[in-house]
């Protein structure tokens, strides 16, 4: 009779580890969200070419901008600094002491919050991780030479990115 009893439970066993296995299966197709480490990264806009750049250098870079109002902050040491709209409104540069300073890319909802999409969007290659990455931002200080990267996230997609290159 132990003979009987033996087999039913390696049975029982062989049952489970089967259940065990099809679950590991679902988990890895059906629930993992897997990325392409190696899928093309698009560039929205190079940020070496525009930043710490002259408002005449940035146009030529960008094409014509059209200056949307003033902007002032005691801190950055601006009174009356122009900020002027590229690309239909998807770039917004704030040019602080007469260079590219503040940079935001707007409208960047088709992209994924994931830290190499948004470093890619900018053209940059090093891949750093974040000084502080949650839901719903990420945000790199002293990122290279620009101060500070942040990009902030709406419902899990990239909402969008600011970049302050020199101030704070």
């Not at 250098?57 to 059209?66: C, D, N």
Request: net charge negative.
């Amino acid at each position: 009779m132990e003979h009987a009893t033996v087999k039913r439970k390696w049975a029982n066993w062989k049952f489970i580890i089967f259940v065990i296995i099809l679950i590991a299966v679902f988990i890895k197709f059906f629930v993992i969200d897997d990325h392409d480490e190696n899928a093309p990264v698009v560039v929205a806009l190079d940020l070496g070419q525009v930043a710490f750049r002259s408002e005449q250098e940035v146009e030529a870079i960008l094409g014509p901008g059209k200056l949307d109002s003033y902007f002032a902050d005691a801190k950055a040491g601006c009174e009356k600094c122009p900020k002027r709209i590229y690309r239909d409104g998807k770039v917004e540069i704030i040019f602080i002491n007469e260079i590219a300073d503040r940079i935001v890319l707007r409208d960047l909802s088709e992209y994924d919050f994931e830290n190499r999409v948004i470093l890619g969007l900018l053209n940059l290659k090093e891949n750093i991780d974040p000084t502080v990455d949650s839901d719903e931002i990420k945000r790199w200080v002293n990122y290279e030479k620009y101060t500070e990267i942040a990009a902030f996230s709406a419902k899990g997609d990239l909402d969008y990115i600011l970049i302050k290159c020199k101030t704070e």
